[in-house]
Structure formats: structure tokens, C-alpha cells
């Protein structure tokens, strides 16, 4: 067994059961949210674990606040913390794009029957534009603050192109985006980008640290009118009414009554 292997079946596992029993909780989805889902991990890239879970029903009826954010771990390694059931769904009712990365994640460590039902209705709560704004000021703040010089943070690119890509999408196909970088840049990539692009992948899948480079002109010049394009397109979208509450309260209550 390698220590990926290791890491995924044994360590991460025992981590969750830890986790439930010490904070009398009940995860009901765990997932990889970073570059090892995204599908441009380096070698040493860590676990970044994200799940969402359930407290007893008791808990939600205290007058005190209460935190709905348990941040569990953060080493070289694993990065693991979670959300309370009823953030997430006040999140995803404002359709906040993480929920939806974190439903559609290709790596799954734990599911539930719970969950299936709100993947089930999830992509009623997506807004476009909230979508478009997220996902642009992402690649706007990352390529003002790495990519701009004649030597660049080569890393840095997949940090961008992969929101703007997202950004494609949702423009062509008004869904949440996926999140593999592989599914976003065969459906949205130029083909003129597509050497250049899979060089970097290569590097950046096969060494620890891709490190300063000279800038990449033909990836810089899509990123460049990429950028300019997607904010012209975001004043032309009209977004569509929110749904009610009424699906998500009845999700949130049928949870804490199972917890009961």
C-alpha cells in the first residue's frame, strides 16, 4: 500500500469517526475540495477535507450562538474542517458555489442517504451571476497578484484558467461547473491553449514545486481577453428568481429529527 493509499483508506477514515465522536456530531458528506480534485495535484499536495455535518436536534434550539464551523486539522498533510448542515443549506439557498463543488467532488470518503436527497434538488438553488461573480473575482485577484510580471508563479496558472474555464461553462451550459480541470478544458479550452496548457499540467503533476517561469504570452493573452470578455457578458445576464425556503427547511428539519 502506498502512503496516498494509506492516507485515503486508513488515516482520513479514522480521522472522521474521531471527529464525530469528539464534537457528538453526525457527518453526512465528506469530500477532497482542492487540487487533488481539481485533478492538478503535485506530489506533495494535502488532503484538503471538507465535510457537512449534523449536530442533535437540541443543539438547535439553544438561545446562545453557536459556531457552525468545526476546523479540525491543518498540517503539511491534512487540511480538514467542516460546516454545520444549517450553514451550508443558508449558503446554498444564496447559491454559494462551494456547496456546489462540494457535491459534484469526484472524491467522495463518505456520503449518506441524507445527502443524495439535497444533491437530489441542489442545482434548483444555482444562480448564474453569483456563479459568474464568484468564479471571475477568483481569476481576477489571482493573475493581478501572480501572473502580471515576466517571470510568473507557473503554479499560479491553473489557479486562474481554472475559473475562467468555470466561467465558460456556466456561460455555455448554465450548471454549476464541474470541478476536474480535465472535464473544464476539454469542453471550454481553446485547442490553440491546449499544448501549452498540458505542458504545465505535466510539470505540475510530476514535480513538487513548479517554482518562478518565464510567463507563458499565449496563456497570459486568452487570460487577458478571457477576463475582459466574461465581465462584458455578466451585465448582459438577468438572474432567476430565487425558489422558496420551503424545500431546504423541510431537508434541515427531517436531518436534526433523525439526529433526535
Known sequence: MTEHERIVQEIIPAKLKEIEARENIRIIHCIESGSRAWGFASPDSD??????YVRPQEFYLRLDKTRDVIEWQLDD????NGWDLQKAL????????????WNSSPIVY????EWAEISAVI????????????????AKTNYREYLRGDMVKLKKYFY???????CRWILQKQTPPPMRFSDLAEACLDEALKPAVN???????????LGLGPRVDIINDYLDASIAEVEEL??????NEKVTWDELNALFLKSIRTEG
Not at 463518505?110 to 442517504?113: D, E, P, S
Not at 442545482?123 to 477568483?138: D, E, I, R, V
Not at 505542458?199 to 514545486?209: P, V
Open 110 to 113: 463518505k456520503t449518506t442517504a
Open 234 to 239: 455578466i451585465r448582459t445576464i438577468t438572474e
Open 160 to 166: 486562474v484558467l481554472r475559473p475562467i474555464l468555470a
Open 77 to 80: 498533510t491534512l487540511d480538514i
Open 123 to 138: 442545482g434548483t438553488f444555482f444562480q448564474k451571476k453569483a456563479g459568474l461573480h464568484h468564479y471571475l473575482s477568483t
Open 47 to 52: 488532503y484538503d477535507v471538507r465535510f457537512i
Open 199 to 209: 505542458d504545465l499540467l505535466q510539470k505540475k503533476t510530476e514535480t513538487s514545486e
Open 90 to 101: 443558508r449558503l446554498l439557498y444564496n447559491s454559494n458555489p462551494t456547496l456546489f463543488e
